[in-house]
């Protein structure tokens, strides 16, 4: 059963380091941004990529699945990752979770889904910031630059040893979201603390 505990009551993976996130920000000058944005609403979607059900949830979340590997679509309050080939990740607002579960479930009728609340696994993390590429960068292998990770463009890896699932935002300065697990995210947010004095 899904939490269903008011986001006023719950405590954040990172509250403890927030103090610190906005030190770092205004300490870089505005080279670098860090915050966290706690509670996303989360929600691991599979289904046959081939199937009717791709388009009728695209249509109930307002937007097209995307198809191609490591992209990302965003309508309104709603992200969508491509994750693997039959496999998607909805995020949105906090404490959106149960309406997107049954748009979905609905959406999909008879055909084989799976849904599933994944919101509490996670927290996310904002870098945005001049700098911003270049601080993930330092812990990350892949290739950052706009030419190969433009906005729109997502991937599961590596970042600071933690893994993470890092999304370019559509917008040049929207920065980056980066999604790591809440058991992690103290350790990956301290990495970024320790690797952001270089611009500070």
Do not use: N
């Amino acid at each position: 059963m899904a939490d269903t505990t008011p986001t006023a009551l719950l405590r954040s993976p990172l509250s403890q380091v927030a103090d610190r996130f906005a030190t770092a920000t205004r300490t870089s000058g505005g080279a670098i941004r860090l915050a966290e944005l706690p509670f996303l609403a989360q929600i691991d979607v599979r289904l046959d990529a081939k199937g009717a059900a791709t388009d009728a949830v695209g249509l109930a979340l307002g937007l097209r699945l995307p198809l191609e590997p490591d992209t990302v679509v965003r309508a309104g309050d709603l992200t969508v990752l491509w994750l693997g080939p039959d496999e998607w990740l909805v995020a949105g607002p906090a404490g959106s979770q149960r309406d997107l579960e049954g748009r979905i479930r609905e959406a999909a009728g008879d055909e084989p889904v799976s849904v599933t609340d994944v919101s509490a696994q996670r927290t996310t993390l904002l870098v945005t910031g001049p700098r911003a590429r270049d601080l993930l960068a330092h812990g990350c292998s892949l290739d950052l630059h706009p030419r190969a990770f433009g906005p729109g463009r997502c991937a599961q890896t590596t970042l600071g040893r933690t893994q993470a699932v890092l999304i370019a935002r559509d917008e040049p300065r929207a920065g980056f979201w980066v999604l790591v697990r809440s058991s992690y995210a103290g350790h990956l947010a301290h990495w970024l603390l320790d690797a952001a004095t270089e611009y500070v």
